[in-house]
Nanobody
């Protein structure tokens, strides 16, 4: 069993930056593909970015491409989301996720593990 914990959320002005982290409080992440999702008030949860088990392949939603960077450090058992040029529409609860599929290049549509979420608020 894997338990994911996000951190790094907070309040920032438009144009600013934040770095989210996701680590496993229980279990190891190094073999699993992972990703980030977000959910804004009144909206469905949406995919943001994904990364292969090795970190060699990354994928982004069009809404964040060029502004957000996903990465991971398997030694530290941690995944990151660097968010730059933040906009008010990026305001949401951000969730990390992982799929229990060893050495996969990309996480599927339904992850096996979710974090509890961390709030990101971007003011105009």
């Amino acid at each position: 069993q894997v338990q994911l914990v996000e951190s790094g959320g907070g309040w920032v002005q438009a144009g600013g930056s934040l770095r989210l982290s996701c680590t496993a409080s229980v279990g190891t992440l190094s073999r699993y593909p992972m990703g980030w999702f977000r959910q804004a008030p009144g909206k469905e949860r949406e995919f943001i970015a994904a990364i292969s088990w090795s970190g060699g392949s990354t994928y982004y939603a069009d809404s964040v491409k060029g502004r957000f960077t996903i990465s991971r450090d398997n030694v530290k058992n941690t995944m990151y989301l660097q968010m730059n040029s933040l906009k008010p529409e990026d305001t949401a609860v951000y969730y990390c996720a992982a799929e229990r599929r060893d050495y996969a290049t990309r996480m599927g549509a339904v992850p096996d593990y979710w974090g509890q979420g961390t709030q990101v608020t971007v003011s105009s």
